[in-house]
Nanobody, 127 residues
């Protein structure tokens, strides 16, 4: 059973930065497409960013483009989400997800494409 564990969330002021990490238990992490999603109170979960298992391809939601960066370190079985210029509207629980069915350079933006999910980490941005 694959386990994903997010960390790095917390409380930050608007304009600040946080780096989220997602550690995977699987030895085949290097062939998993990874994604970050978030869910704000009272809202549906939404796509944030994704990276292919090759690391070559990335994609972002328009709301975070230019402020967030997704990356991965396959040697550490970890995917990261660097979040800069945070806004109060970025407040949410952030989840990482993994998909082992993708091709090398494929990125996934839909929840249904992911088979494994972490428990989430809370990010709160104060104004």
């Amino acid at each position: 059973q694959v386990q994903l564990a997010e960390s790095g969330g917390g409380l930050v002021q608007a304009g600040g930065s946080l780096r989220l990490s997602c550690a995977a238990s699987s030895r085949t992490f290097s062939t998993a497409a990874m994604g970050w999603f978030r869910q704000a109170p009272g809202k549906e979960r939404e796509f944030v960013a994704a990276i292919s298992w090759s690391g070559v391809s990335t994609t972002y939601a328009d709301s975070v483009k230019g402020r967030f960066t997704i990356s991965r370190d396959n040697a550490k079985n970890t995917v990261y989400l660097q979040m800069n210029s945070l806004k109060p509207e970025d407040t949410a629980v952030y989840y990482c997800a993994a998909d082992w069915t993708s091709l090398r350079n494929t990125v996934r933006r839909r929840e249904v494409d992911y088979d494994y999910w972490g428990q989430g980490t809370q990010v709160t941005v104060s104004s």
